[in-house]
C-alpha cells in the first residue's frame, strides 16, 4: 500500500480525467434512453473525489450520495461494472438492481450509493462506529452535497460522531445549490463549515478545485484522526457543470457564474502545475485523455452486450436465503 | 425448566448472544447506565462494559443509522426502541435503508440488525405513544418481524433474530413484561425459528388466530368459550408475522373450518386482512363461515381510560365473533 502522499498525481489526474469521460458517455447514453430513471453527472467536480483518495487507503471506508459515479471510479470500480450499472445489466456493480443512484463495491470499501438526502450520514456514522469498537485505525469518508446539511439525520449523525468521538470525515461538496436551491435560500448560516462548531467538531474549508489542496488537507487531518479517533468536518468548495440530473437545464444560475468555474478546471489547473513542474509533457496528457475516452467508449459496448438480471433472480436478494416471508 | 418473566427471558437472550459473539453489540436510550427504561438490559454493562452496552442520546433515526451502518461493515447490532412508537422518528432507516441494502447493491450488504422494544398500545398512553407498528413494517420486503407472547417465545426469538442475517424486528409487549412462563434451563440453548406459529391451546370448533399481546386474550376467552358455551377454540399463536406460518394456519382450519383473528393492530389493512385473504385463497371451500376480524378500532388511541377499552380488542369482542362464526 502506497503512502498517500507518494502516489502519483500523473495517475490521479488521469482518474480525474476518466471520470469526466466516463460522464459525457453517460450523458450521451441518457440522451440515447439507453440509461433510465435519474442521472446525476459529477463534472466539474472531479479534484473533490479523486484528492480525498489520494490521502486515504484502500481499506478506508467511502460512502456517498446520489451523485456517486465518480466515487466508485476513483475506488477502483472498472468503469465496464459502472456504464453497466447504468444500462442495469447483470454485470454491473450493483448486479443492475441499484441503478445509477446505488453504486456498491464491495471489494473497494465504496458503501454507496444512497439516495435519500443524509440519510447515509448516519450509516458513515456506524461504520466509523465498527471502526472504532474494533480498534482499527480506518477512517470512514462520508460524502453529500449542500443540500444534506438541513436533514435531521445530518444533525443526529454529526452529534453522534461527535459525542462517541468517531474516525469519520464529513465532507460537504458544496456546489452551491442544492437541485435548484442556492445555499443562501436554504440554509441560515453564510458559512457551511459553521454547522459543525455546533457539534464540537473540527472544520475545514478547502478550494475544491485544487486537487493538491483537497488532497494535503485531508491527508493531514486522516493522519491525527489515525493517531487519536475523532471526527472532522469538511467543506469542500465545488461547483457542478451540469443540471442537478440530466432533465435539470439549471436555469436558476448564469452563464458568468458556469464560466467562472469553468476557467478554473480542475483537470486544467492540475495539468498546468504538472506541466510547469515538468512532471507532464502534452502528449503524454493527449495520450490519457485518449485512453480515458477509449476506457469510457468500451464501457458503453460491454454494457450493451451484457445481460440483464435474470427474471427467475428476482426474489433472491430480498432476503440472505431468499426464504419467502 | 423453570419460570421465569418474560423481561428475565429477553434479558438472558441479549447476554447469551453478547457472550456468544463479540460482534454483538447493544445500543440505544437509556439501555446502559438507567438498565433499560423497562429494564430489559438490567446488570447488561456491569457485566458487558460501556463498548458493547451503548447509551445514545434521544435520536433514533441516527442511532437506528448508527447501527445499520455498523452492519454493514460486519457488526451485529441490538437497537432497542424504547417503543416502537419511537421507531417513527427513524422511519426511513428501518424502511429505506435497512431492507433495501440487499437488493440494491446486488447482494453485496446484508444488514443483520435486530430492531427490538416495546409495541402496541400499553394503558392510557394516549396516541404518540399506543402505535401497534406491524402492519407498517409488514408491508416491506426485506424485513423480518417476530412477536413473542410469552417467556419462552421472547427468549427463543430473539436470540434467533440477534443470529439472523437480515433485519429483524422483534416486537415485544409491553403489558406482558411482568408476566411469567416456563423456559428451558439457562444451559440448554433454546432457539426458536422465525416463520413458525404454535397452537397454543388445542380445539375443535374454531381457530382464533392471535400474536402478541392478543394471545393471553385469546387464551383467556377460549376458557370462557369452552366453559359457557361448550365451544372449542383453537388458539393459534403466529410468533412471527413475517415469514407467515400459512402451513400452521391451513391445518388448524381445516380442522375447525371457522377461524377468527383478533390483532392488536389496527383494521385498515391490517395483519388480519392479509391473513385472511391468504386463507380464503387457499380454502374457500373449507370454510364453514366468514372470517372475522377483531382488531383496534380505527381511531387514533383516545387517553380516556373507558374509551381505550373500548377502542382496543377484548374477550367479549372476541367472543361475540366466535359465536357469529359458529352461529351459536
Not at chain 1, 435531521?152 to 465532507?171: M, R
Not at chain 2, 393471553?216 to 413475517?242: C, F, G, H, M, Q
Request: aromatic content about 8%.
Amino acid at each position: 500500500m502506497q503512502p498517500p502522499e507518494q502516489r502519483d498525481e500523473v495517475e490521479m489526474l488521469s482518474l480525474m480525467l476518466l471520470i469526466r469521460r466516463f460522464e459525457e458517455r453517460a450523458s450521451q447514453q441518457y440522451q440515447a434512453q439507453k440509461i433510465g430513471g435519474f442521472c446525476h453527472l459529477y463534472i466539474g467536480q472531479e479534484a473533490v473525489v479523486v484528492g480525498a483518495v489520494a490521502a486515504t487507503r484502500p481499506d478506508d471506508y467511502l460512502i456517498t450520495a446520489y451523485r456517486d459515479h465518480a466515487h466508485a471510479l476513483a475506488r477502483g470500480t472498472s468503469a465496464d461494472a459502472c456504464m453497466a450499472e447504468l444500462f442495469g445489466k447483470a454485470t454491473g456493480c450493483s448486479r443492475g438492481l441499484g441503478g445509477s443512484m446505488h453504486y456498491f463495491d464491495r471489494e473497494h470499501h465504496m458503501y454507496g450509493g444512497h439516495a435519500i438526502v443524509a440519510a447515509h450520514v448516519p450509516l458513515a456514522t456506524g461504520m466509523a462506529f465498527a471502526s472504532k469498537y474494533r480498534n482499527e485505525d480506518r477512517v470512514t469518508l462520508c460524502f453529500f452535497g449542500d443540500g444534506a446539511i438541513n436533514q435531521g439525520s445530518f444533525h443526529e449523525a454529526l452529534n453522534l460522531a461527535a459525542l462517541y468521538k468517531l474516525p469519520v470525515i464529513f465532507i460537504c461538496e458544496n456546489n452551491l445549490f442544492a437541485m435548484g436551491t442556492s445555499v443562501e435560500r436554504s440554509t441560515s448560516l453564510k458559512e457551511i463549515v459553521d454547522r459543525a462548531e455546533g457539534y464540537d467538531i473540527p472544520g475545514f474549508v478547502v478550494d475544491g478545485m485544487n486537487f493538491r489542496e483537497v488532497r494535503d488537507k485531508l491527508a493531514e487531518v486522516i493522519a491525527s484522526i489515525r493517531q487519536d479517533s475523532h471526527p472532522a468536518f469538511f467543506e469542500i468548495r465545488t461547483y457542478r457543470y451540469r443540471g442537478h440530473s440530466m432533465s435539470d437545464p439549471a436555469s436558476y444560475r448564469t452563464k458568468e457564474q458556469l464560466e467562472k468555474y469553468r476557467m478554473d478546471d480542475p483537470i486544467t489547473r492540475l495539468r498546468a502545475q504538472l506541466t510547469r513542474e515538468e512532471k507532464l509533457t502534452n502528449e503524454q496528457f493527449d495520450q490519457m485523455d485518449q485512453a480515458a475516452k477509449a476506457t469510457a467508449l468500451a464501457s458503453v459496448k460491454f454494457a450493451e452486450e451484457s445481460e440483464e438480471p435474470p427474471l427467475e433472480k428476482l426474489y433472491d436478494y430480498t432476503y440472505v436465503n431468499g426464504e419467502p416471508a | 425448566m423453570r419460570e421465569i418473566t418474560y423481561r428475565q427471558a429477553l434479558n438472558e437472550a441479549l447476554a447469551e448472544e453478547l457472550e456468544r459473539d463479540a460482534n454483538v453489540f447493544l445500543m440505544g436510550e437509556e439501555v446502559a447506565q438507567y438498565n433499560g427504561a423497562y429494564k430489559v438490559s438490567q446488570g447488561l454493562l456491569d457485566r458487558f462494559g460501556p463498548t458493547r452496552i451503548v447509551d445514545t442520546p434521544i435520536s433514533e433515526n441516527g442511532f437506528a443509522g448508527l447501527g445499520i451502518g455498523a452492519a454493514m461493515v460486519g457488526l451485529r447490532p441490538i437497537i432497542e426502541f424504547m417503543t416502537f412508537s419511537f421507531s417513527l422518528v427513524a422511519f426511513d432507516q428501518v424502511v429505506n435503508n435497512a431492507p433495501n441494502m440487499l437488493t440494491m447493491s446486488g447482494g453485496q450488504f446484508n444488514i443483520p440488525i435486530t430492531f427490538r422494544g416495546p409495541n402496541g398500545p400499553a394503558h392510557q398512553l394516549g396516541a404518540t405513544h399506543s402505535h401497534a407498528t406491524e402492519c407498517l413494517y409488514a408491508n416491506v420486503p426485506g424485513l423480518k418481524i417476530c412477536t413473542p407472547a410469552t417467556p419462552r417465545d421472547a427468549k427463543g426469538l430473539l436470540k434467533t433474530a440477534i443470529r439472523d442475517n437480515d433485519p429483524v424486528l422483534v416486537l415485544e409487549v409491553e403489558l406482558l413484561y411482568s408476566s411469567k412462563g416456563m423456559v428451558e434451563d439457562e444451559d440448554v440453548e433454546l432457539l426458536i425459528p422465525l416463520g413458525e406459529a404454535e397452537v397454543k391451546r388445542e380445539g375443535s370448533d374454531v381457530t382464533i388466530i392471535c400474536y402478541a399481546q392478543t394471545v393471553p386474550l385469546a387464551l383467556a376467552a377460549a376458557e370462557t368459550l369452552e366453559n359457557e358455551e361448550e365451544i372449542s377454540a383453537e388458539v393459534l399463536d403466529l410468533r412471527s408475522i413475517k415469514p407467515l406460518d400459512m402451513e400452521a394456519i391451513l391445518n388448524s382450519v381445516s380442522k375447525t373450518h371457522r377461524v377468527v383473528i383478533v390483532e392488536q393492530d389496527r383494521p385498515f389493512c391490517g395483519v388480519g386482512a392479509e391473513v385472511t385473504y391468504r386463507i380464503q385463497k387457499e380454502m374457500f371451500d373449507g370454510l364453514d363461515a366468514p372470517i372475522l376480524r377483531v382488531a383496534q378500532e380505527d381511531v387514533p388511541m383516545p387517553y380516556n381510560e373507558r374509551l381505550e377499552i373500548a377502542v382496543l380488542p377484548s374477550a367479549e369482542k372476541l367472543i361475540a365473533a366466535v359465536k357469529k362464526v359458529c352461529y351459536a
